[in-house]
């Protein structure tokens, strides 16, 4: 059975609802966040080692100075 | 036995168990969080006491609870490295410090908005609101530490140290609630006791804490690949995988 008779009370909850809202909306804000900002980091290793590879495949040094501008984005 | 600590530490070991466990932690943790949650929302009833605010417990709770749980995980984790100077541990400290501090912040703001309508004030200064800001500072000190010092050996020990120094705030956290006067209601759960809530309220609240750690798990399974794939990418294996496309 659902707690509440109608779906503006589901909202209002008897004037206790912007605070449960504001509540449940930063722990979906936040937690999808953090998985958002995982998979940018996971892209941006992994893009960043594939232009590595390439750079060595060309015969390059390893260790080309664009892995500093690297260092920035702070993958560790 | 220690054949198997190796194979347990060892990262390309680790990155294969890790993709076969995280379709299962993502599937089963979103669905007991959205189960709790929907079910503490909507359909468990209204506290008598504290009206429909309450429901602030079914995300207030576990985030809490987390925050606290990943922050003993780093301790054990942090030993690991000191003792073993084990590479996977540093790696699991570096991976989760920035989630537990989200959820140390969440559980922070979640407490204030609630305080608001149940006891007026969204902040005061008493022992378990003081004690977990103090988490939170320890994990952005976790972080900024772990970033300050380049030397990879290094800064994984500072690291550790500083987690292990700041332990003695976990316990502060538990007990605040007995051994100061505080708004603070005591916990709701405890090992030794039945819950003092009717189950239409705590099973909700269970779900959504168990949700929440396999959530968790697999959100540390997919930063510690990841986490993996940059400090082994010289190794044949991350070099093989990244050709593929791998993932």
Redesign the interface.
Known sequence: ????DSLSA?WA?????P??W???G??VL??S???LW??S??NA??RE??R??RLEEAGAPAQAPAAASFSRI??? | MWTLFHKFGSPKWFYGMANKLMPWLLVLGVGLLVAGLVWGLAFAPKDYLQGNSYRIIFIHVPSAFLAQSVYIMMAVAALVTLVWRMKLADLFVRSVAPVGAVLTFLALFTGAVWGKPTWGTWWIWDARLTSMLILLFLYFGVIVLGSAISDDKGSARAVAVLILVGVVNIPIIKYSVEWWNTLHQPATFKLTEKPSMPPEMWVPLLLSVLGLYLWFGWLACYRMQTEILWRERRTRWVRDLVQEGGH
Not at chain 1, 1 to 4: G, R
Not at chain 1, 13 to 17: N, R, W
């Open positions: 059975m659902m707690a509440f589901f909850m008897e004037g206790h609802g605070y449960v504001v509540c449940y930063a722990f936040f937690l966040g953090l998985a995982s998979r980091r996971r290793v992994l080692q594939r590595l590879l702070h993958p560790s």
